[in-house]
């Protein structure tokens, strides 16, 4: 059985790792080594979430075995008692039986477990992954390029890493007391890497204590939840302006090396390279410009400049993707919102969508959440689920912190998640003791790892669901996974007194703190930062609380969303005015879409006959004409027919969106598409 709930665990961590690389990042475009590494560090990491809470029942399973071992305990019974409570007969001993947990893990094979599961993920976080950022990240054209330019640009990180551990090496070699050994030395490298991932620990989860619960309690609130869009959306239209404009002002530069750069120049393979990581409308744009340039000589570019454009494409045809993705969501989420405010004041209990074509959802989604169940979920239950979500993240927060600043006391015992695992452990109740594991380890990594998916460093490392992150940002999470799983593991173990090194308590140890070795050796840590570092949660929480980190983001320029701001107030304003903007161009598109529907049922035959007509007449007038221009030959019985006509290049003509054109300032504009936009729809 106890195997069988290994290779369970194992099989369900795999699949849910598979799913959140699959929705953040692009199985098919990006590169296998990348995925590869970001799989793994992300695995590896929920492994040691999964299987913690095993290890702790499988000790204590083992700690009782040992105490009857040691100190037998029977119990007594005693038979045919009388009146006055004396036994007839001697009483009976009955050794007191230690019940093997149902996941039982046997000897020997968590040590192994963990030792290949933490020495790999230290492996990935400290060597492996910064690497293959670099490597990631490079412009050059060949592997060999790629290689040579991550060790140049890595060559100070890792020369600190060797520095430090120089430094380690001479301290343990000079101490009076201590053996210069490798498994002390060992020690001594785990307690500097967990102590770096305490740091980072601490802080993130003073914020998401705070944060997570109120959250949910603001978002049972749909007038909060659609200010807060409309402001979301003001940023990012800023933000998708600015991707736009970058992503043009690289496509200059690429069209100005590639009308340099001849098809029999030893550097034009290095431009289709550069031209491949082009969207494709630029790319058709570029080479009509080169079959209408007459031969300009311009300056050459160097094979080093190559690189650095290349680098720049690939960072550009990226932010553009991610922030046109990022835009698209946020749009659907305020329409869906004022949907939601729509329907509250409806008196009709059915939820009506404004843009029905846009939701599609398989048949299970349509026969289980009907209009109907829609409405009552969005407009009654939904607020009231919410908000109880709210109250009981606010009781595991309240119970984290209370424990955080207590877990030192063994006597009396404070910390609430070590009595109830105590009371547990005494009525052998491994189901219980395993959940209350699960379910606080799993409170904490939601409380760091949301954290995590939520941060955002300039744009330079964000984390976009829809296959839109980048490579550089899934192997900076995959990092950021490594170094803080083991010490919030290590961490939760101390608010459970399952580590010695903290409680000083004589008991068997967990197979995946014995892999840390004994802390003892750095006393100044394990006694002093260990211990009171983690009070400062509750300052952190109290900060979080007040927005302080938000209000002084906003001093310095970077907007928040704070209620009572102004410009706060200046930004929803205008995030408004852009969903109306949004709302009417989707209006028209979608009346658009209908009166060509209908121009199509009433008038289809008739029109494609005319339409090859008119365009073979038009070719043959027009041999040198770069655009075929289709004509109408056929006769009109009314002016219903001429009004739909012009509505539909009304329509089309007056398209914002296409990403191949530019305005008076320096901005493309594709004839080709205006072309296919307008005549190939008609």
Known sequence: MSGAVLAVVVVVVFLLTIYLLQRYGDLRKQQRMVLLGTLLS???????????????????????????????????RDFNQT?????????????????????????????????VVYWTSQFLTWLLLPFMQSYARSGAFSRIGKIKTALIENAIYYGTYLLIFISLLIYVTAHPKWQFTWTELQTIGITAANTWGLFLLVLLLGYGLVEIPRSYWRSSSHVYLL????????????????????????????????????????????????????????????GRNVESSHGEQSILPTKKGLIHLHKKVISAVQRHSRTLVQWSILVEEAIHLEDVAKSQSSSVRRFIHSFPSAHHHGWIHRLIFSPTAEWYWECVFRQSFYRLLAVLLCILSAAVVWSECTFFSTHPILSLFAVFVQMAEKQYNYICIEMVCFVSILFLCVCVYSQVFRIRVFNYYILVPHHQTDAYSLQFSGMLFCRLTPPLCLNFLGLIHM?????????IQTSYTSIMGSMHLLSFISDGFYIYYPMLILLLCFASFYSLGSRCLNLLGFHQYITDDDWTSDLVDEGRELIRRERRKRQKAEAGENRRWAWREQYGAQGATGRTRASYTEIKDNQNSPVTQSGWTFTRRDGEMEEQHRGLLQDNSSDEDSPNRRSTGGRYLSLSASRTDIFGDV
């Open 42 to 76: 992300w695995y590896l990491c929920f492994l040691i979430v999964f299987i913690l809470p095993l290890d702790v029942s499988t000790t204590i399973y083992r700690q009782c075995v040992l105490d009857n071992a040691n100190h037998p305990n029977p119990v007594t």
């Open 499 to 507: 580590d010695s090194a903290i409680s000083h308590q004589d008991r």
């Open 227 to 286: 200010a807060k869009t409309h402001f979301k959306v003001a940023k990012m239209a800023t933000e998708k302006a600015a991707a736009e404009e970058n992503l043009a002002d690289v496509m200059e530069e690429v069209a100005g090396v590639n009308e340099s750069v001849r098809y029999n120049h030893s550097l034009r393979k290095y431009v289709d390279i550069i031209l491949t990581k082009c969207p494709t409308e630029y790319q058709e744009e570029m």
């Open 83 to 115: 009146d006055d409570n004396f036994s007839v007969y001697p009483t009976v001993s009955i050794p007191k039986v230690c019940e093997e947990p149902w996941s039982y893990i046997p000897d020997g094979i968590l040590p192994v477990f963990w030792r």
